[in-house]
């Protein structure tokens, strides 16, 4: 019998998700996906999705910042 091989797929956060995550609002975070601030979400048919990894790299990058000023 074949051994079964891990499937990792990539963790997605809907709007609240990212909301609740941030303490942003919906407004703010489509505005700054808009303006080209914040990562731009994927689609899922009507869907907005964000990937985790994404969003983690999008905020490591924003601490880095604040400590190079």
Request: with cysteine; net charge positive.
């Amino acid at each position: 019998m074949e051994a079964m091989k891990a499937v990792f797929l990539p963790q997605y956060l809907n709007i609240s998700d990212l909301c609740e995550m941030l303490k942003m609002n919906r407004s703010t975070i489509y505005r700054q996906v808009q303006e080209g601030i914040f990562p731009a979400p994927v689609k899922i048919g009507k869907c907005s999705r964000w990937l985790y990894a994404e969003i983690s790299e999008f905020l490591e990058k924003q601490q880095q910042k604040r400590e190079v000023h």
